[in-house]
Nanobody, 123 residues
Framework: QVQLVESGGGLVQAGGSLRLSCAASVRTFSSYAVGWFRQAPGREREFVADISTGGTFTQYADSAKGRFTNSRDNAKNTVFLQIQSLKPEDTAVYYC????????????????WGQGTQVTVSS
C-alpha cells in the first residue's frame, strides 16, 4: 500500500508561483511513476504532468508546458511540481498519483492517490 500526501497549495495572486510536494510512504518509491492531476469545480479531473521512476522522463499537458516543472527526489520519497506564472484558470485541487513503474497520462492507470491540495489563484 502506498500512501501519498500532497502539500504546498494555497492562495496566490496571478503571476505568482507555488511548489507542490507529494510525499510517499513506501520504501520502493523509486519504482513508482508519479502523475499530477487537477480538478476544478464543476470540471472533470485532468492530467497535468507525470514523471518516470528515475525522473529522467516527464510529460506535460499543453496547459502546463513552459510553466510547470515536475521533479523528484527519490532519496526523500518526494515528487515536486513547481508552478510559475500562475493563472486564475489554474485554480483547482491538485492530486498526485503513483503507478508501479509505468508512466501514464490517464488517471485510470494509477493505483494510488493522495487526498489533494487546493490551489487558488486570484486575479
Amino acid at each position: 500500500q502506498v500512501q501519498l500526501v500532497e502539500s504546498g497549495g494555497g492562495l496566490v495572486q496571478a503571476g505568482g508561483s507555488l511548489r507542490l510536494s507529494c510525499a510517499a510512504s513506501v520504501r520502493t518509491f523509486s519504482s513508482y511513476a508519479v502523475g499530477w492531476f487537477r480538478q476544478a469545480p464543476g470540471r472533470e479531473r485532468e492530467f497535468v504532468a507525470d514523471i518516470s521512476t528515475g525522473g529522467t522522463f516527464t510529460q506535460y499537458a499543453d496547459s502546463a508546458k513552459g510553466r510547470f516543472t515536475n521533479s523528484r527526489d527519490n532519496a526523500k520519497n518526494t515528487v515536486f511540481l513547481q508552478i510559475q506564472s500562475l493563472k486564475p484558470e489554474d485554480t483547482a485541487v491538485y492530486y498526485c498519483a503513483a503507478n508501479w513503474r509505468a508512466i501514464a497520462t490517464a488517471g485510470s492507470a494509477y493505483d494510488y492517490w493522495g487526498q489533494g491540495t487546493q490551489v487558488t489563484v486570484s486575479s
